[in-house]
């Protein structure tokens, strides 16, 4: 996660050390000479600090330092966190880091060889191997600087490097659920299993289908069904034992949990397991994004999967105070963005304010084709910022001004507006919110990509009574009062919220502990994988 380390602390390791009079620029040349960046040759002169160069890594007999022990044995290790040792371990960084230390070039060669690949491990441990604005998720949240040379000047000055680089990595419970997933998935990659026979129509309970001794041997292996109960290679009915793990299966892979073997059942089953090892891979990365997280209330969205949760403040480790399904935008067409924002208020029986895009596009076409459509529709033109906008009659000037931009439509408060009774508001650029429907039939489908970028939430009371705290007297009857109030009323909230819009398609349930994995619905894991193969 995220935090700051003071840069004031040249990189000193606690055992004897061996003194030479080497200067910046020997040692920038090394570290290019070593493959390194001129980034991150700046940040191994910023690690050693001023003056005549102490090498941390080697001991007074020319030997690697318990310190260097600990810290090569993290990075050799990278690939527990999804991370790739090569990445670190470069041929000519082994090379230098193995190479006798005969003499003092060689000595510093290796020295710096060791400070490179520590480096640029905690980088990409502690914040991810690529920029993740470029592939469009903003943190918008304040962060403190990533002072990598400092973090690791002041894990050595604590002689405490390895551990100090564990802590490096995110401290989210979810993180490292998804480390601990992650070799039990690799395993089972690793191990073949046996193919699944198409089928012609969907299986149900008490139906012959020559493939359940294959079933459920995938579904023991996954761990939805115990080994004892895999039918035997030779049987061929489809009995309830084995239909209870597939619906455990098909809730873990965001499908109708009825249990039956169908078209969609039989794909998520036939993923290969090397599919869902990188699913995990692409989701520790991109959970090194997110800004340190804790000390505020937190309200997450996982988008793919169309699940919020929300924790009280300082508890990220426990499970969430509150769950529930939200439906998010249209797939390639009205996608919810990823950021992170601070929620700030709730607002009770709220106007809806038609976005330009939706006036352009929809409402403007059905006015022209019906004249009475805003009436129909419960909306109105106004003019002018804020919920007491005045009200414009509807005529040809008007309509004008609404193509220019010069009047707006807005939906009036009740139980047809398009946000429903709450709204979930935290500033951001793209002006998405939380909100209930008037629609909660759509909660029932297991793809909920509809709206048109704002996130839709199953229990919009639910969460208004956690996002309130009960502060200023907002009881569960208080707010079911106000959203049938005929006013629209809007309620700080009880404490700041950090609210996280994000995408895995892998994830332990921080209810349950189960992997879950979703569809790529906007096709950001293989655009990850793209920017990741760049590098």
């Not at 793990?245 to 073997?261: C, E, K, S, Y």
């Not at 003019?383 to 008007?398: L, T």
């Not at 996002?467 to 309620?491: D, K, N, V, Y």
Request: charged share 20%; hydrophobic share 50%.
């Amino acid at each position: 996660m995220w935090c700051a380390v003071a840069l004031d602390v040249p990189l000193r390791a606690a055992a004897p050390q061996v003194t030479t009079a080497t200067d910046a620029a020997t040692v920038t040349a090394t570290a290019r000479g070593l493959g390194a960046s001129m980034s991150e040759a700046a940040e191994v002169v910023r690690a050693y600090g001023p003056g005549p160069l102490a090498t941390a890594w080697t001991t007074t007999h020319g030997t690697l330092s318990d310190a260097a022990d600990a810290a090569l044995a993290r990075v050799r290790g990278a690939d527990a966190h999804g991370l790739r040792p090569a990445d670190y371990l470069t041929p000519a960084i082994a090379a230098a880091i193995a190479a006798p230390a005969s003499s003092a070039d060689a000595r510093l060669a290796r020295d710096v060889a060791v400070t490179v690949a520590v480096l640029r491990y905690i980088r990409h441990l502690h914040r991810g191997r690529v920029d993740p604005n470029a592939l469009g998720f903003r943190v918008e949240t304040a962060a403190a600087p990533h002072d990598v040379a400092g973090m690791l000047a002041a894990a050595v000055r604590a002689g405490r490097v390895g551990e100090a680089l564990d802590d490096l990595a995110p401290r989210l419970a979810v993180y490292g659920a998804l480390v601990a997933a992650l070799p039990r998935y690799r395993a089972l990659a690793a191990a073949p299993l046996p193919p699944l026979p198409a089928v012609a129509t969907t299986v149900h309970v008490g139906e012959a289908y020559s493939g359940v001794h294959a079933v459920g041997r995938r579904l023991a292996a996954m761990g939805d069904l115990d080994a004892i109960a895999v039918p035997p290679p030779e049987a061929t009915s489809y009995h309830e034992t084995l239909a209870t793990a597939v619906r455990r299966f098909q809730r873990r892979h965001g499908l109708t949990p009825d249990g039956a073997i169908g078209g969609r059942t039989l794909a998520a089953l036939q993923v290969p397991l090397a599919t869902r090892v990188q699913q995990i891979e692409l989701a520790l990365e991109r959970l090194r994004w997110l800004p340190d997280l804790g000390t505020r209330p937190v309200v997450a969205v996982n988008i793919p999967m169309f699940r919020l949760w929300a924790w009280d403040a300082g508890g990220l480790g426990a499970p969430p105070a509150v769950s529930m399904a939200v439906i998010v935008g249209r797939a390639r067409r009205t996608e919810t963005p990823q950021f992170t924002a601070t929620m700030t208020q709730v607002i009770f029986r709220p106007y809806w304010n038609v976005p330009a895009s939706i006036l352009r596009d929809e409402v403007l076409p059905a006015v022209r084709r019906n004249p009475r459509y805003l009436v129909s529709q419960q909306m109105e033109i106004v003019s002018g910022p804020g919920d007491d906008a005045r009200v414009v009659p509807q005529d040809e000037a008007a309509l004008a001004a609404l193509a220019a931009g010069t009047l707006r439509v807005r939906q009036r408060p009740g139980s047809h507006n398009a946000l429903g009774l709450v709204k979930f508001d935290f500033p951001n650029r793209d002006s998405v919110f939380m909100h209930g429907t008037p629609a909660p039939a759509l909660f029932a489908r297991d793809r909920r990509d509809f709206s048109h970028g704002c996130i839709r939430v199953a229990d919009p009371p639910g969460l208004a009574a956690w996002a309130l705290g009960g502060a200023r007297g907002w009881t569960p009857a208080r707010i079911a009062a106000a959203m049938t109030a005929e006013t629209s009323a809007p309620a700080p909230v009880g404490a700041p919220i950090d609210v996280v819009l994000f995408y895995l398609t892998a994830m332990v349930g921080p209810d349950d502990g189960l992997v879950y994995f979703a569809d790529d619905i906007y096709g950001l894991d293989a655009r990850l994988t793209a920017a990741l193969a760049r590098r």
